[in-house]
């Protein structure tokens, strides 16, 4: 059973950056294809980004698409999102979830493995 633990929120003023974590417990990691989505109060989780498990491809949310960056470290277990230029609209609890498969999928219902999220708050 594989486990996600977040880690890298907080926060930053407008126009900064952030680099979450989301490590992995388990040896299946390298098999599973990785992906990012956020929930601001009141709104729905939305998709951020995600990455298959060799790494080769990524897919973003428009929002995303320029300023975010989806990685991963198969030998470290260890996912990434490197954010910057961080706007206020940012704000939200992030997730990084998982699951089997080898295409990528942008519906946070595909996926089955969840981390508790990690806050990312960004000031104007």
């Known amino acids: 059973q594989v486990q996600l633990v977040e880690s890298g929120g907080g926060l930053v003023q407008a126009g900064g950056s952030l680099k979450l974590s989301c490590a992995a417990s388990?040896?299946?990691?390298?098999?599973?294809?990785m992906g990012w989505f956020r929930q601001a109060p009141g709104k729905e989780r939305d998709f951020v980004a995600a990455?298959?498990?060799?790494?080769?491809?990524?897919s973003y949310a428009s929002f995303a698409q320029g300023r975010f960056t989806i990685s991963r470290d198969n030998a470290k277990n260890t996912g990434y999102l490197q954010m910057n230029s961080l706007k206020p609209e940012d704000t939200a609890v992030y997730y990084c979830?998982?699951?089997?498969?080898?295409?990528?999928?942008?519906?946070?219902?595909?996926?089955?493995?969840w981390g508790q999220g990690t806050q990312v708050t960004v000031s104007s």
């Open positions: 990455i298959t498990s060799t790494g080769v491809t990524r």
């Open positions: 979830a998982a699951v089997a498969g080898t295409a990528i999928t942008t519906k946070s219902s595909t996926y089955d493995k």
């Open positions: 388990g040896r299946t990691f390298s098999s599973l294809i």
